[in-house]
């Protein structure tokens, strides 16, 4: 029974920063791969950042050098930190574990705008 629960969206103004967390549990944390992937309405869902339990990250271009992705093994929680938010930003974020199979949170809305 993987479980994968997000929080921390919410509303920001450009510029503005938001840490987003996705609390996982009924895994071996370590052994996943976890990502944060983002899904605006009527568009394809899209990556946004990656990271392997040996802590090697990687970003979507458009994101790059703003996010940052980590992880606490101690306590099975991935974060984004999101930083100079645009409000091309806003999407609702999905936090994402894959191993042998995916597994899904149900999503936490960030919305950019002044």
């Known amino acids: 029974q993987v479980r994968l629960v997000e929080s921390g969206g919410g509303l920001v103004q450009p510029g503005g920063s938001l840490k987003l967390s996705c609390a996982a549990s009924?895994?071996?944390?370590?052994?996943?791969?976890m990502g944060w992937y983002r899904q605006t309405p009527g568009k394809q869902r899209e990556l946004v950042a990656t990271i392997t339990g040996g802590g090697i990250s990687n970003y979507a271009e458009s994101v790059k050098g703003r996010f940052a992705i980590s992880r606490d093994n101690a306590k099975n929680t991935v974060f984004l930190q999101m930083n100079d938010l645009k409000p091309e930003d806003t999407a609702v974020y999905y936090c994402k574990g894959q191993r042998n199979s995916d597994y899904w949170g149900q999503g936490t809305q960030v919305t950019v705008s002044s």
């Open positions: 009924g895994m071996i944390f370590n052994f996943y791969v």
